[in-house]
């Protein structure tokens, strides 16, 4: 059996890690205000300033845990195109903490980050995989996906370079006024980065978070990922133990392989050690 990590949480997180993220920085200037300044001309100055405004409270943020429920397309083997969801619960401690749970259709699958290395654990296929990571969520991100193929669903609000992320390569940017999500009042906002057209909800207010975000990319065919994100909790106090993995009763221990392969983690001969040994 194979297990297709590369899509881990399904390929698509907020703004993908897959982009070159821009990084310039301004003598004197935040990095913040930099990336929103250095985009395209997408927004009227209040609206980046709203943009801006939810980008620093965001990051601002050192300890906080949220919900979302996901919905995304796939395109079956009849060339058909599906709808299937998942729900995701994420728990940050920043600088060098994170986990994040997924659960759905699709979707069984842990990501747990210590400081010192990562663990993707498959709880449908129960096996899980272990590798050694820099001591910030950043970098450790970056380190999974380069390697491994590993794109975490809404990694990129657990980022201290929230506003970089958002701002690169933005064009054709729309406010589109106030609208509610769930009994949330939110500023609307429509814009189209590379081959995707984006929807962002930003609640009102001074807690500005990230409450809605919608993502069409061009087809053929075209395909829709849809996020609700709920419960936030800015006053979390989360213990050590959330971000320490203990493999569960006959959970398999493999290996990642490498991106080139397109497949991670994979079991190989050898590498498996089950009850009694190696097979």
Not at 111 to 135: C, E, M, Q, R, W
């Amino acid at each position: 059996m194979r297990y297709k990590t590369i899509a881990f949480f399904l390929i698509v997180g907020m703004l993908s890690a897959a982009s070159a993220f821009t990084k310039e920085i301004a003598e004197n200037k935040p990095p913040s205000s930099q990336a929103m300044e250095k985009s395209p001309p997408a927004f009227d100055p209040k609206s980046r300033e709203i943009l801006l405004n939810m980008c620093d409270f965001t990051k601002s943020q050192q300890e906080f845990s949220f919900k979302a429920e996901v919905t995304h397309d796939e395109l079956s083997d009849r060339d058909r195109m599906l709808q299937y969801s998942f729900d995701l619960e994420a728990f940050v401690r920043r600088p060098d903490k994170l986990r994040v749970n997924g659960d759905g259709d699709l979707v069984n699958k842990q990501f747990i980050y210590d400081g010192k290395g990562f663990t993707l654990y498959d709880k449908t296929a129960n096996v899980y995989a272990v590798s050694d990571a820099p001591a910030d969520i950043e970098e450790a991100l970056d380190k999974a996906h380069k390697e491994f193929g590993l794109t975490v669903a809404l990694a990129d609000l657990t980022s201290a370079k929230l506003c970089e992320h958002v701002a690169g390569r933005i064009s054709n940017g729309v406010y589109a006024g106030i609208h509610m999500v769930r009994g949330v009042p939110t500023h609307h906002f429509a814009f189209d980065k590379d081959n995707a057209h984006f929807q962002l909800w930003v609640q009102t207010g001074d807690k500005p978070l990230i409450r809605k975000i919608l993502i069409t990319r061009e087809g053929p065919p075209s395909q829709e990922w849809t996020a609700y994100i709920s419960d936030w909790n800015l006053d979390a106090r989360l213990d050590d133990n959330l971000f320490a993995f203990t493999a569960p009763e006959g959970a398999d221990k493999i290996e990642f392989a490498r991106v080139q392969t397109a497949q991670a983690p994979e079991p190989k001969q050898g590498t498996v050690k089950k009850k009694g040994g190696r097979t």
